[in-house]
């Protein structure tokens, strides 16, 4: 079965530090990793995603993540947060199954709140 | 142009009613899903259709139905609704394969009361 854990479930950071928000996930095979954004009231963007080839992947936004086969991790980055960061943040992993076919589902983990401070 | 678009995006009903939320994507996308995020913000799957085809249908009350009239429409419908049935439902969509991840609807808030 497939799992995502994000063990952080609030971060503070002030504006211009640097961000790291951890994932950890669990898959039988090569996974699709993803993470989203989420806005007070609003719908879930995509931020980045990684399926093959370089393990560390830009997104949009000036975010960032590494995915790291021997620790199973996924961890999202960013080097000077700014006010408009301030949201939910979800990992979440899916991918092609044994038979090499997936119809896409994605499990997602449980959102990383984050505050920014002025 | 709205890329998927569900309606309504608040619905407040009370116990016992039926109720309906509607999905739409312009993406041309083959597959859709419907996720519920409860009050925790825990997103999780209830169903998906390929095409039309019903693909996954998680451990979901058969009060609720899915319906995909065509592979661009997922609409779901909920018989005698519950307390517990409150929550933000969002749609969204993807290719089969999902490497490019989904595209979500902004989500339907709903109250039952």
């Known amino acids: 079965a497939q799992s995502v854990t994000q063990p952080d479930i609030h971060i503070t950071v002030s504006e211009g530090a640097s961000l790291e928000l951890r994932c950890n996930y669990s898959?039988?095979?090569?996974?699709?990793l993803f993470w989203y954004v989420q806005s007070p009231g609003q719908g879930l963007q995509l931020l980045l995603k990684?399926?093959?080839?370089?393990?560390l992947v830009q997104g949009i936004k000036g975010f960032e993540a590494e995915f790291k086969r021997s620790q199973s991790s996924f961890n999202l980055r960013k080097p000077s947060v700014h006010w408009s960061d301030a949201a939910e943040y979800f990992c979440a992993v899916g991918g092609a199954n044994a038979g090499g076919t997936s119809y896409g589902k994605l499990t997602f983990g449980q959102g990383t709140i984050l505050t920014v401070h002025p | 142009d709205t890329a998927v678009s569900q309606t309504p995006k608040y619905l407040v009903t009370q116990m016992g009613n039926d109720k309906s939320i509607k999905c739409e994507q312009n993406l041309g996308h083959d597959t859709m899903y419907w996720y519920k995020q409860d009050s925790k913000k825990f997103l999780k799957i209830m169903f998906s259709?390929?095409?039309?085809?019903?693909?996954i249908n998680e451990t979901v009350p058969n009060r609720f139905s899915p319906k995909s009239p065509d592979k661009a429409h997922l609409n779901l419908h909920i018989n005698s609704l519950e307390l517990g049935d409150s929550a933000v439902y969002f749609c969204?969509?993807?290719?089969?394969?999902?490497?490019?991840?989904?595209?979500f609807g902004s989500g339907t808030r709903l109250t039952v009361v």
């Open positions: 259709y390929n095409n039309k085809e019903l693909i």
């Open positions: 969204a969509s993807s290719h089969p394969q999902v490497r490019g991840g989904y595209t």
């Open positions: 990684y399926f093959s080839g370089d393990t």
């Open positions: 898959y039988g095979a090569t996974p699709y």
